[in-house]
């Protein structure tokens, strides 16, 4: 059972209040290593220079969406393996496809409460302490 | 001209001239964007302001909270268009008319505030708060609104808050 508080977790939403409110969910189950960025374009470079374990990104940003994004992060030598959840809407399921095709850990349907993120957390590290 | 009345938990984003997008409210509260460049706007209507680890909405219900009617109403604007830096809001609703829902109306009204302070939205109208329901009229391609004070009308019932039981299909692809 991995330790939350050992997980660095990146979390990169345009919407900076819907970014608060994933912090204090992950905060809530114990993560202490949390950063942000509100886009992919600002997040990619930042994830490169200082690796993380687990990558949590919306996919409808402006500039980069997350589909692009994972295939970013997949695509880099250093950080291809890092675990990647992706937030999407309900209506997305071509885009829950495309990810998996790419690569992703799992997904989340926004909207959702913070009781799922631990849920597909939970699926992809195990039982977090 | 064509009306679109929305609902609790709802939200529509139009960009038709004449079109009026329409909602009655107690506590709850609608937000309305206006793209004035693109001539767009959107309005949605939400009861609660955003989820905790107790909340009592079952998933399929989430979209009662401010929160998440935001995100949809603003992707939804931004899909068709228009630019989030554009984006200019009036914020309607958050009344306190059933005395037994507490402060509900006027927690929702403080949330809607500082969700568009903290998303960089500038509020050009607030009508918040208050004991009575209202009517709000929005004309999306337009940006004009129109919001009237409602006496002795019934409000479109709330419905129970039901205990999370997630459908064991949610619908969702199964990845792992």
Known sequence: ?????????????????????????????????????????E???????DRVHLIISDYNMPDMDGLQFL??????GTIGKTVFIMLTGSADKEVVQKAAALGVNNYVVKPFAPAALKEKIERVFGELT | MARVPIVQGEHHVAGEPGLVISTLLGSCV???????????????HFLLG????????????????????????????????AQRSRLRAHLYGGASIVANLGDIGQRNGLFARKFLQTEGIVLDRCELGGTQ????????????????????????????VKPVVEAESSGELELF
């Open chain 2, 133 to 160: 329901a209202r009517k709000v009229e929005f004309m999306p391609y337009e940006g004009r609104v129109r919001s009237s004070l409602v006496r002795d009308v019934p409000l479109p019932p709330v419905a129970p």
């Open chain 2, 30 to 44: 609608a937000a309305c964007l206006h793209d004035p460049v693109a001539k767009l706007g959107g309005m949605n």
């Open chain 2, 50 to 81: 955003e989820p905790g680890d107790d909340n009592p909405v079952p998933k399929a219900e989430m979209t009662r909270y401010g929160i998440h009617a935001m995100e949809l109403l603003i992707n939804g604007l931004m899909k068709r268009g």
């Open chain 1, 43 to 49: 997040a990619l470079p930042a994830v490169k220079a």
């Open chain 1, 1 to 41: 059972m991995p330790a939350a508080s050992a997980i660095k977790v990146m979390v990169v939403d345009d919407q900076t209040s819907m970014r608060a409110m994933i912090r204090r969910a992950l905060q809530d189950l114990g993560f202490k290593d949390i950063r942000d960025k509100p886009s992919a374009v």
């Open chain 1, 71 to 76: 295939e970013a992060v997949r695509a880099d």
